[in-house]
């Protein structure tokens, strides 16, 4: 079984990441891809949090209706700063009577610069089929935005060649659909009580709005 990884903060899932999942499955013939939320991101500061268990909730109603997407939340199980190599491992020892080929890793555009900072990058990119999939350029920005951190707010992705980095030579490039949505957009309209229903699956969507999880939203059912 070939397996891929997307992480993220999923805070909340959206169309895009269900969509981007769908590619590299199709594209790169993938029969599973486990969406991992993070416990805490090593690169980022998460602002407004919502719980784990919602987040893992709203991932499970958006996997729950192909069998190819699963959630699996041992980075929150875990706990403590969530490193990719470490789920990796972990996900290598749990499937290692079933996979096929390395695991895949996905990764945005947003990632690409500071990817050789990530904790044990050249093992990682030995490890892993390193799945590069394009992300908006726009930066859509708010109170809510989650802010670089550490050494990763002095990443300069703006001069950034995938050419010159060779931690990329044997990488995937997914030429994927890019698809102008946004966790933090979602959160910013579901506070302000807007209607953001075509931008999530469903289920989420019923979900954030019965649970009230980003504010103002009881007028969007």
């Given at each position: 079984m070939k397996i891929a990884v997307l992480g993220g903060s999923f805070n909340p899932v959206h169309n895009a990441h269900i969509s981007?999942?769908?590619q590299v499955c199709s594209r790169f013939a993938y029969d599973?891809?486990?969406?991992?939320?993070?416990?805490?991101?090593?690169?980022?500061?998460?602002?407004?949090?919502?719980?784990?268990?919602?987040?893992?909730?709203?991932?499970?109603?958006?996997?729950?209706?192909?069998?190819r997407f699963e959630c699996d939340d041992c980075e929150i199980r875990r706990g403590g700063v969530s490193y990719t190599y470490d789920t990796i491992c972990y996900i290598e020892e749990k499937y290692k009577n079933q996979l096929t080929d390395k695991v895949g890793l996905i990764m945005g555009t947003d990632l690409f610069a500071g990817f050789k900072y990530w904790y044990r990058a050249e093992e990682l990119a030995q490890k892993c089929t390193?799945?590069?999939a394009g992300r908006p350029e726009e930066k859509l920005l708010s109170l809510h935005s989650n802010k670089p951190s550490g050494k990763f707010a002095e990443v300069d992705d703006r001069h950034f060649n995938l050419k010159?980095?060779?931690?990329?030579?044997?990488?995937?490039?997914?030429?994927?659909?890019?698809?102008?949505?946004?966790?933090?957009?979602?959160?910013?309209?579901?506070?302000?009580g807007e209607d953001f229903s075509a931008l999530v699956p469903e289920k989420v969507f019923d979900y954030i709005v019965k649970g009230n999880l980003y504010g103002n939203n009881s007028g969007t059912c």
């Open positions: 981007l999942a769908n599973r891809v486990l969406f991992i939320p993070a416990f805490r991101p090593p690169h980022k500061e998460v602002k407004d949090e919502i719980s784990c268990q919602d987040r893992i909730k709203m991932l499970e109603l958006a996997c729950q209706d192909d069998p390193l799945i590069l010159d980095e060779p931690l990329f030579d044997s990488a995937l490039k997914l030429d994927n659909p890019l698809l102008k949505i946004s966790s933090t957009a979602i959160r910013d309209m579901a506070a302000r």
